[in-house]
């Protein structure tokens, strides 16, 4: 039977509203990830694509979340490899960084070899849908993993947890579809997004190496970016000012 009266404190709901906000910055790696493979499938499916990809990952984060006992045993040692203790977390967080690391590689020289040709802005993929799904299924282990491991830490219930988590997926299922189009008519958005998710992929690798990198620092270098590529988007849209012809003279 689920507990209420833990709503009655104070505590808990600044605990819910601090854990929806976290759930949300973490989300957005997954909703980069999600738009750039959507990319790949027919205009049709791109949608379905993104919405069945944010439902597994709600799927996923929820059943993670009853098995806690479980997640928390995945920070014990497994085995030692020079003098580096590997633990279950290690293996998925490394294996998932690996893979970030190896799809944004592959998705960067993807779009340098492609001609404009090949791939005309908005056209959509021929990618099909299952295998795209797989992909994101895939990732969403990391990335569920990464934020039960965050939510436990941040909240002492499992009703806290589970509202935090939903409504962080509602959050990022109404914006999904805008960010995906804006990141797909852009090719500039498109490449800075990949070098986030090569970027990620990198600190992924590193945790599961213990050396930790401040999740701050990422989120502000990748914020400082965006802000810089938003600005240089304005600047293109700017008119040109005429220049001067040879007959106009200077004061």
């Known amino acids: 039977m689920l507990d209420l009266t833990i709503f009655q404190s104070s505590d808990t709901w600044v605990a819910l509203l601090t854990l929806t906000v976290m759930e949300i910055v973490l989300g957005i790696d997954n909703i980069v990830f999600i738009s750039i493979l959507s990319d790949r499938l027919p205009l049709e499916k791109q949608a379905r694509a993104r919405r069945l990809g944010l439902g597994l990952a709600l799927i996923m984060r929820i059943g993670l979340l009853f098995t806690i006992t479980w997640i928390m ?4 040692p497994l085995f030692t490899v020079l003098s580096q203790e590997i633990s279950g977390r290690d293996l998925v967080l490394g294996l998932g960084g690996l893979f970030l690391i190896g799809k944004a590689t592959h998705e960067i020289h993807a ?36 934020s039960v491991i965050t939510a436990v830490g941040m909240a002492q219930h499992v009703l806290v947890m589970v509202i935090a988590t939903v409504a962080a997926v509602i959050v990022m299922l109404v914006f999904v579809n805008a960010i995906s189009t804006f990141i797909s008519r852009h090719p500039s958005m498109k490449m800075l997004a990949l070098s986030f998710l090569l970027l990620i992929g990198v600190v992924l690798v590193a945790d599961a190496l213990d050396q930790h990198i401040e999740k701050g620092y990422i989120y502000f270098a990748m914020a400082f970016s965006l802000g810089v590529e938003l600005l240089n988007l304005r600047l293109r849209k700017r008119p040109g000012k005429p220049k001067p012809g040879p007959d106009q003279s200077t004061v």
């Open 73 to 76: 045993q995945l920070t014990a």
């Open 111 to 146: 779009k340098i070899e492609t001609t404009s040709e090949e791939h005309q802005a908005g056209a959509g993929g021929t990618a099909s849908l299952p295998f795209i799904l797989a992909q994101i299924l895939a990732l969403d282990v990391v990335f569920s993993l990464d």
